[in-house]
């Protein structure tokens, strides 16, 4: 392919093809269209003919228009669109890969719980009594969970081997046996340090554990008993959201958006498999970016 009217001659050649095979509506056809010439141009931006768009191009698409903010609903129809396009083109020898192969559709109907503010979860990670050990372990496990975006039960699995407190990270294994390195930032990397100099003996006695945070046995804390400690904390703070055991990792993912971060680098700290799945916390950078133009812009 030499220039961009052998990409719109192929977009015309694929539409034709699929309402001659299938009679699709011409609101449907419509549709694909605009989708494929949504991503055709953006390919043009970037120096790029439609159909030499690779995989980590179209994950690049993908997170374009997750931060300008389009629903994850949207994304969905616009990759099923995608998909048709290019296995049309892989069909007909166009090209040799196919760039939608093993990306994720985005997932349409979860709603994330009520989001904790930044306020909020300090006054829940504050919450535990500090002096007692227990106290302590908790409000660690509250630090270092809401540090990393851990899922609980990646945090109650957690192994002291599996620290490396010169560095901050913590080495996590996570869905599918996948490992990531995750940071763990200066507070909870102080706080960890602290944990493990004191209360955690105390806890222990004469017993030991590989475990980060044990219980008074030596096993690890449960998934279902932290999920108590976390209810009974944020009714102590009187935080009246309908918790979930994810509600700090929802809140970490946010608050990293609203703040700026790439949305790649959050679904690397969140194990993601897929950009897909991250995409759900994007609402959150949509405000983030009404809040911008109504603060900068001269009429906003």
């Known amino acids: 392919m030499t220039n961009n009217s052998d990409s719109d001659q192929i977009i015309d050649t694929f539409i034709d093809s699929i309402w001659l095979e299938q009679g699709l509506s011409k609101s449907t056809l419509s549709a694909y269209r605009s989708d494929i010439n949504v991503l055709g141009k953006w390919a043009l931006s970037k120096h790029l003919k439609i159909e030499d768009i690779s995989r980590a191009d179209l994950l690049d698409f993908i997170a374009d228009k997750a931060h300008s903010g389009i629903s994850a609903r949207t994304s969905a129809r616009m990759l099923s669109s995608f998909r048709r396009f290019y296995g049309y083109l892989f069909q007909e020898e166009i090209i040799s890969t196919n760039p939608t192969e093993k990306i994720s559709m985005p997932k349409i109907g979860k709603s994330l719980p009520k989001l904790l503010t930044e306020e909020e979860v300090l006054q829940l990670i504050k919450a535990p009594n500090s002096k007692k050990p227990l106290g302590f372990r908790d409000r660690t496990m509250l630090e270092i969970l809401y540090a ?52 955690i003996t105390e806890i222990l006695g004469e017993r030991q554990s590989e475990f980060l945070f044990p219980t008074k046995t030596s096993e690890h804390i449960s998934r279902q008993a932290f999920w108590q400690i976390i209810k009974k904390y944020s009714k102590k703070v009187g935080i009246k959201s309908d918790l979930s055991p994810h ?10 958006i609203n703040h700026g971060a790439d949305l790649r680098v959050v679904q690397m700290l969140l194990g993601h498999s897929d950009l897909s799945t991250t995409q759900i916390y994007t609402h959150i950078a949509q405000h983030r970016l009404k809040d911008i133009h109504q603060k900068h812009h001269p009429r906003g």
């Open 247 to 256: 509600s700090l990792r929802h809140a970490f993912a946010t608050h990293l």
């Open 148 to 199: 990393t975006g851990l899922r609980v039960s990646e945090l109650v699995s957690l192994k002291q081997a599996d620290v490396n407190l010169n560095q901050g990270y913590v080495r996590v294994m996570g869905k599918g046996n996948k490992e990531r390195l995750v940071p763990m930032g200066t507070i909870a990397k102080r706080r960890l340090k602290n944990f493990l100099d004191g209360p």
